[in-house]
């Protein structure tokens, strides 16, 4: 163990978030979700094994850990895009259980994808159209009869076109979503996501691919939605972001959940150095941007 590392038994000083000392499992005041026991294995792998963990209600939380950590997978079992082996989680006080991820969206639950899932052959506001739920033009009686539906679609435009105004994407709404670069889909991708009002919003991986000149504003559009009220939890592996917006940092390592707490006393956790940086624990972790990468060999 290196000599800077803070002990463990270091008091943390509190968020206001927690009850009790800042560890892995901790409660929070005011959780809006909490999954416990969950386990997911694929063949001899076992992906996800966290014993119990709340997210904060009205809080950014970050979710971070090495690559393999477990992380999508575990955001794939919260959504319902996957089904644990084991395990429990509640959303909002009701469990999501064996609930399919649609019902979860409509639940007010939404994630985004790491790899990001714009359907390239429909343009941007075709995309975000497709984002809000409830249309009464889905279904196949109705469709036949616009005039049920197109005061609707008209209101669905407008709210999506504020949106890609919020966005900067307006000018590009008749443009096919392929054609917009890897940080445009992204936001695309964000963009769509509120479509459906959501209270609990899931970025994995939010910044990856993202032209710097575009990361100011994401890290904006993220910290907005605190101030509307909604909760974040998000996938990160740049540490600048995660002290810079998070109010709690849930660290997973190998499936479970080994450190949690405010940003700046988890990165000083030597769990956490640990799980991410093997040996080389002398690196500061808030001097590493991007992915995270060792220090280069002189
Ligand atoms: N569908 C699958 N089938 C088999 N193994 C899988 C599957 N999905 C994930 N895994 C494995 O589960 C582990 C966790 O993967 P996961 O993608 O959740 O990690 P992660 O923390 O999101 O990593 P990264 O930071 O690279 O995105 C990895 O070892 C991965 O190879
Ligand atoms: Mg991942």
Redesign the pocket.
């Known amino acids: 163990m290196s000599g800077n590392a803070t002990p463990s038994s270091t008091p943390v000083k509190s968020t206001g978030l927690h009850i009790g000392d800042a560890a892995p499992g901790v409660a929070k005041k005011d959780p809006i979700l909490v999954a416990h026991g969950i386990k997911?294995q694929?063949?001899g792998?076992t992906?996800?094994d966290v014993a119990h963990v709340e997210i904060p209600r009205n809080a950014i939380t970050a979710l971070i850990?090495?690559?393999?950590?477990?992380?999508?997978?575990?955001?794939?079992l919260l959504t319902g895009f996957?089904q644990p082996n084991e395990g429990d989680w509640s959303f909002d006080g009701k469990s999501l259980k064996g609930v399919p991820s649609f019902k979860v969206a409509r639940m007010g639950l939404i994630r985004t994808f790491?790899l990001t899932k714009a359907l390239g052959l429909l343009t941007v506001m075709d995309n975000m159209k497709l984002g809000n739920t409830g249309q009464r033009g889905e279904k196949l009686l109705s469709s036949l009869i616009p005039a049920l539906w197109k005061k609707q679609d008209a209101e669905i435009e407008v709210k999506a076109m504020d949106l890609l105004t919020r966005f900067k994407l307006d000018a590009k709404h008749e443009d096919f979503a392929a054609s917009l670069s890897g940080g445009q889909r992204k936001l695309l991708e964000m963009a769509r996501a509120l479509m459906t009002d959501p209270t609990l919003v899931m970025l994995?991986?939010p910044m990856a691919g993202v032209n710097p000149a575009l990361t100011q504003s994401l890290l904006d559009h993220i910290l907005d939605l605190k101030t509307q009220g909604m909760t974040v939890l998000f996938?990160e592996?740049d540490m600048h972001m995660v002290r810079h917006i998070a109010d709690w940092v849930i660290v997973?390592a190998e499936?479970k959940v080994v450190a949690e707490g405010a940003p700046d006393e988890v990165m000083k956790n030597p769990a956490v150095i640990d799980a991410y940086l093997g040996s080389h624990q002398d690196v500061d972790l808030g001097a590493v941007t991007g992915r995270i990468t060792l220090p280069e060999t002189k």
């Open positions: 997911r694929f063949g792998l992906a996800v850990g090495p690559n393999g950590a477990g992380k999508t997978t575990f955001f794939n996957d790491q994995d991986e996938v592996h997973m499936g």
